[in-house]
Each structure stands twice: as structure tokens, then as C-alpha cells.
């Protein structure tokens, strides 16, 4: 990825020029351009990026261990005379929320989520953001101290910036934390139009209450409603979304969060839907280890298995991946593991559709009876849907369909893996005799029933012991 390794590159830069270009470290900035705005790489895969470690350039701060972003990636800087300068453009893209399911957003750099903006306490940063949105915007770099007139609220702290226009914003990352970027100009329309993005100060040196970690992920919780069957989201819902997402992606397509047994993992998740998310992860017990406010005193943590993300909230979650196999990660609202549906759809448990469904495929066609036994058997059907959607519940494991869509991943841990290695490894292999497995024995032949709410033995009616047993 960097340019300096690459010889053609070298040929065309000299002396001072060579140097500012290690910096940018994949941005291929003209001789010509270094006085101008920096190069904005674009990313045109939802994939997740490797973990991008900055060249080692006098000034560039401590080195860190660099965050990885769910299917999404870090924006490469340059050095300019001391200060890190970033370039966003900000910009209408197409999402892929899951393989054949492209999204109209607007993002920035190629992507919604933007890309993941990651620097050290203490670095002088420039951001210059130019709008090539139809209308204008701005952003606020949410939880950062900065200058007033660097906050991003428009009409409070700046003018708008105009279609077409650059404007830049400038500060020193003065604490280490977990922030996230998003516009604060027309925000209901170009939050659900997916512009947001990560934002990571690493502490600059030893801070008592940062741990050192081997693996620090990071993602967004977003929702969209996007009418099956079209490609861009209604901006103007309040509430009803039907697609829930991290990072602008729907399971199976969000990226497995992978660690080697043993690792001390962090898992920095910010909310910009407009509910609350209680994130559950199976197999481990975590602690809250900061928020967007900054570091939380260890004497102040407890254990946990699910931690509610507030709407504005940012969790640092914290813990010892000491538990192999492939455990789940997911939403706990059982609605946001779902995905894109009909909101109407009545519970049909235990009725009976015989006679029915003939007089209405006459009024409606496509007309379909789910739901008879249950909503499971929405994961293996194979139901025939509209152009440019997902299934409602969908991903298939090892043992069968998952039935889970929206916010649900998995957290793959695995003795064998290399430090740095953050490729899915595949389906976790269960030692023999470790399943869950199905029994074939009778089952114990009922007792007697008794009058409910009695202690069994003291009263006996006629007839009581007709009926069949409660248990
Ligand atoms: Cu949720």
C-alpha cells in the first residue's frame, strides 16, 4: 500500500517531496498537489480492510495497535509540517449492505460508513471535507474537545458547506477514546442516508485506565428503511426502520470478529440509529472500559454479557477471548436480528390455512402463508423475492440456517491463529461429545394430574386425574 515501496512512484519524487509522501502512505500526491488539499483515497469494497499501520515518520506520535473497522477501513494521512491532514469527500455512494444488495447512500470516500479516522493523543489534525452531496452539509466530530468554531453544528458554529465547496477543520486530538464523525446539517436525511463515521485517539503513552489490547475493533450501529424491492432508503422515517445494520451491513454479511485464545479483545461500538441496542456477546463475560466520555476508572467496572447502547452512545467493551468456538454476537431486540419485512404481518402460529389461501391469491397473487408453525421456516424457505433485498432471517451455519439477519455476527475464537491474522477462519470444529445432541428415551409416564394450585397429595376430585398432566 505504500507508494514508496513502489519504484515507479520513486521515480517522480525527489528530496523533500519523497519524504511527505511516506507519510501518506497509499495517497498518490502529485509533486505539484503537496501545497494543495491531500489525496482522498476511495474504498470501493465493503470487505474488511486490514488493520492500516502508519509509516514510521518522525512526528507520527507513539506507535499504536491499529484498530480494525467491520467491513470498513482507515483513512491513510499525510504529514504536513507536523500535522496529520486527512481528506473526506463527502458524497453520494453505493452500498453493498450484503452480497446483491446495493444500497443508494451517501457516505464519504466511496463508502457509507466513512472511513475510520485513527490517530494519537496529542496529534495536530487537519480535515479538509469537500461537499459533493446535492445539498449542503457539515461535520461535528462527536465527543472530541476542539475550538467552538470546529464543532460542525451548522448555523451555530460554521456556515453550511456549499455543494462543491472544501472547507477544513482543525484541531489537536486532545483525549484518547472512542468518537465517531457525522453531519450536523439535515441530519435526520443524511444520518439515514448512512453518513457517519469511526473515530479513534490512541493514548499516547501508558494510561491507567487503557488497557493494551491484541485485538480493538470498531463499528457503528445504523438503520435504514429501505422498501423491498428498491434501492434507497426513505429519509424521512421517524421510527419504523427495517433494516438494521452495523457498519451499513446485514448478517451473514457482516464480517466475524476473530481472535487467537487468550487475546484481550476491545470492541468499541458508537449508536446512530434512533433506538436502543442491548449488544449481547455469547461465551465471555466483558466489561465497559470507556464511552465517548472517556475511560471508565477500573473501580468503576462490572461484568457483563449484554450492554444497552444508548441513541448518541459510544461502548468500549472489553474482554479475555479465552473460550474457543464460533460464539454469537448480536442485538438483543430479536426485531433487529431480522431482515428487511413487512411490519403487518399477523402471527399465524397454529392456525390453519387449508381453504384459505386459494380466495386470496385471487385478489392478491403473490399471496404466501408463512408463519403456520412458527417464523423458523422463513430460514430455509425458499422464497421467491423481490429484486434488491435479503431474506428476512438468513445465514447458514455449520449445522443449518442460522435464522438470524440485521445486527448479528460472530465472535471466532481459535487457539491456532497468528497475531495480526484477522481472516475468517472458518466454522468452529466441536470436540467430540461436546454437542448438544438428540436423546431417544421414553419419556416418564405422566402423573396424575392434581387441582392446580394445590399440593400434590392433599386433594384429590373425582375426575381429576382425566386430563393430561401439567408439567
Ligand atoms: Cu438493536
Redesign the pocket.
Known sequence: MNNINNPQRRRFLGGAALAATVATAGTAVARSALAALPEAPKQSSADTQAPWTPPGVTGAGRPYNPVVTLNGWTLPWRMNNGVKEFHLIAEPVVREMAPGFLVNMWGYNGQSPGPTIEVVEGDRVRIYVTNRLPEHTTIHWHGQRLPNGMDGVGGLNQPQIPTGKTFVYEFEARRPGTFMYHPHADEMTQMAMGMMGFWVTHPKQKHPHISDVQRDYCFL?NAFDVEPGSMTPRVNTMLDFNI?SWNSRVFPAISPLVARLGDRVRVRVGNL?M????VHIHGIEFEVTGTDGGPVPKTARWPEVTTDVAVGQMRQLEFIADEPGDWAMH???SH?TMGAMGHDVPTLIGVDHRGLVKPLQRVNPDYMVMGERGMADMGEMEMELPANTFPMMTGTGPYGPIEMGG?FTTLKVRADLKAGDYRDPGWYQQPPQTQSRPVDVPEAAPRAATPSGTPQGTAKKPGAGQGHAHH
Open positions: 450501529l438494521w440509529t433506538t436502543n441496542h442491548p442485538c438483543h431486540k433487529h445486527m
